[in-house]
């Protein structure tokens, strides 16, 4: 059998090559802890130690470093570290290896890094991940913000025209699709146009706000809502505002218009809206009710159904709830 083939011989003293190091290598007994040799970066950090105990001259402690793992390492094998932050703000990264004399005595080896730069870069990337985190979460939350804009409207808080069109479209095909019934409502503002001529648009915008607040269930803290959270309510153009009524047969719909057109009666008995009774303000609105699939068979069928019904219950004397005649 050949034999193994000999490492090459360096020129080089090794205890040169370790003096050469930055870091500190040090070798300690285990069992006395004390150090057997020690390299010149040893000796320039925590000065001459030789035969000393090793934790004499890294702590000026009496008693072995709390976080030493030289034990363990001379008796598995294995190498170990750990990371020791010092007094002087510093932090050493300690690492231990087991070595064997020819006698075969064990050692430890234990080597110190300085890694404080690297700690202290690692701490400001870890600032800056912070920084960065809550400047995305600021972001999120900035375009939720102009999303929940881009379907409101502006006045009344309430879905816009463009918002409504398409989750009737979705709603509508969901509808079709399950076979469930899907009901509008269409509100139109009795005598609107008398209130912007005598008050002016600023009163005008005031009534249109508090029907927004009405239809969003936010009046009062004490009021049931009107509709259910599965609905939509939204404002169409002008006085006239819809409510969608997902899973709604006609019947289910004519009751919540109705609901909806006797509570905008009482609306200048309110707290906000009192001082309107004084001017002879008074707010009603006509209802048009339309189904699907009793009335229509499209979405746009359904909102002409729906504004027809309106139409009819304003010329039947307004302040009243119609529903969608054929």
């Not at 040893?42 to 030289?70: H, Q």
């Not at 600023?202 to 809502?225: E, K, M």
């Not at 905008?264 to 309107?276: F, P, R």
Request: proline share 5%; hydrophobic share 40%; charged share 20%.
């Amino acid at each position: 059998m050949a034999s193994d083939p000999e490492l090459p011989v360096h020129p080089c003293d090794p205890q040169s090559l370790l003096n050469a190091q930055p870091i500190v290598v040090t070798l300690i007994h285990p069992a006395t802890f004390e150090i057997q040799y020690e390299n010149q970066s040893a000796v320039s950090r925590f000065g001459p130690r030789a035969r000393a105990k090793c934790y004499e001259k890294i702590g000026g402690a009496l008693t072995p470093c709390s976080f030493c793992r030289m034990w363990e390492t001379a008796e598995t094998g294995r190498s170990l570290t750990a990371e020791v932050p010092v007094p002087t703000g510093d932090t050493l990264l300690f690492q231990w290896s087991r070595a064997e004399s020819a006698d075969g005595d064990v050692h430890v080896i234990e080597t110190i890094t300085d890694i404080s730069d690297t700690k202290k870069q690692q701490q400001q990337m870890q600032v800056l991940n912070r920084q960065l985190e809550a400047i995305n979460q600021q972001l999120l939350q900035h375009n939720r913000q102009l999303q929940e804009r881009s379907i409101r409207d502006g006045l009344t808080t309430l879905y816009n025209h463009s918002y409504f069109c398409e989750s009737l479209l979705r709603t509508f095909a969901q509808a079709k699709r399950t076979g469930s019934p899907l009901s509008l409502l269409f509100l139109d503002l009795d005598d609107f146009k008398r209130v912007n001529d005598t008050f002016g648009h600023g009163v005008g915008d005031q009534v249109l706000q508090a029907v927004g607040r009405l239809l969003s269930s936010t009046l009062g803290a004490g009021d049931a809502p009107l509709i259910r959270t599965s609905d939509l309510a939204a404002r169409y153009g002008g006085e006239e505002f819809v409510v969608l009524l997902a899973d709604t047969p006609l019947e289910g719909a004519l009751v919540i218009a109705e609901r909806i057109r006797q509570r905008l009666a009482t609306l200048v008995e309110d707290g906000e809206c009192a001082h309107w009774g004084a001017w002879g303000i008074r707010v009603s609105c006509s209802v048009g009710v339309a189904s699907f699939p009793r009335h229509v068979a499209t979405p746009a069928e359904l909102i002409t159904a729906a504004d027809r019904a309106a139409y009819a219950a304003k010329a039947a004397g307004k302040n009243r709830v119609a529903a969608y005649q054929e």
